[in-house]
């Protein structure tokens, strides 16, 4: 099992910046794509950013130039630096995680979410 624990979410006002954390444990042999996900109220869960175990980074155009993704494989975390947020970026954002935990078995694994709220 590979278990994600999401950090960093909380109240800022617009303009502000917030930083996420994923963190990754148990076992496996290796985490291919990591990706911050987000869902909003009423909304479908959408793909935020995602970065690959050499580095590939990929965003979605409403967060382009705001938002960067990073990883940190010898810490098995993933971070999500917000800046200048908008009251749109509010949403539960989550962690995914997909890889290999042998050369037969794969996973795609959910963290449970942290809240991010953009009001003044």
């Known amino acids: 099992q590979v278990q994600l624990v999401e950090s960093g979410g909380g109240l800022v006002q617009p303009g502000g910046s917030l930083r996420l954390s994923c963190a990754a444990s148990?076992?496996?042999?290796?985490?291919?794509?990591m990706g911050w996900y987000r869902q909003a109220p009423g909304k479908e869960r959408e793909l935020v950013a995602l970065?690959?175990?050499?580095?590939?980074?990929n965003y979605a155009d409403s967060v382009k130039g705001r938002f960067t993704i990073s990883r940190d494989n010898a810490k098995n975390t993933m971070y999500l630096q917000m800046n200048s947020l908008k009251p749109e970026d509010t949403a539960v954002y989550y962690c995914n995680a997909r890889g290999d935990y042998d050369f037969r078995r794969q996973f795609d694994s959910w963290g449970q979410g942290t809240q991010v709220t953009v009001s003044s």
């Open positions: 970065i690959t175990s050499v580095g590939y980074t």
């Open positions: 148990g076992s496996w042999f290796s985490i291919n794509v």
